[in-house]
């Protein structure tokens, strides 16, 4: 009687120890972030032609402002001027949005084909350093010469640098 016992205690011993090995196993990677996938967004930005985002950075500001600047190619044929660039749906981890934003300050901004330009946007809300920022794009331009406002809309996704 007390074999059964004794097979059944080391039974039930194999097994915890197997458990525990699984949840220390467990614990350690979620302690070095591998269940954190807010770490792993990608850095990329994507606008619709005629327009290419070259470069891009977001920038967090102590003062209380933060900065979201794109440097934007023309890729077209002719000459455009940009009117206005407006982000939107954006956040930021677990900061504050960026939709309180300023549009582009300076309306008229011709870009020749190939020209490389840098488009700033300023956030009224403080982004904080470290975080991911995610938001849609909305530049607006106008034809050299037009009259009539077109868009090219696309997403900006990454890290924010101090």
């Known amino acids: 009687m007390q074999r059964k016992g004794q097979a059944a205690m080391e039974f039930l011993m194999t097994y915890g120890w197997a458990i525990l090995a699984a949840i220390i196993a467990?614990?350690?990677?979620?302690?070095?972030?591998?269940?954190?996938?807010?770490?792993?967004?990608p850095t990329a930005t994507v606008l619709n032609p005629p327009l290419y985002a070259n470069s891009w950075n977001m920038k967090a500001d102590v003062l209380g402002s933060s900065v979201v600047s794109i440097e934007v190619r023309n890729n077209g044929g002719e000459a455009i001027n940009v009117q206005a660039i407006e982000l939107s749906n954006s956040n930021s981890g677990a900061g504050a949005p960026c939709d309180d934003i300023t549009t582009y300050a300076a309306p008229g901004l011709p870009i020749s084909p190939g020209q490389l330009e840098i488009l700033t946007v300023t956030c009224g809300t403080?982004?904080?350093?470290?975080?991911?920022?995610?938001?849609?794009?909305?530049?607006?331009?106008?034809?050299?010469?037009?009259?009539?406002?077109?868009?090219s809309t696309g997403t900006i996704a990454g890290t924010i640098i101090p």
């Open 26 to 41: 467990i614990g350690v990677l979620a302690y070095f972030g591998v269940f954190s996938p807010g770490k792993f967004v």
């Open 126 to 151: 403080a982004l904080v350093s470290g975080d991911t920022f995610k938001a849609d794009i909305a530049v607006t331009y106008r034809k050299s010469g037009g009259t009539l406002d077109l868009s």
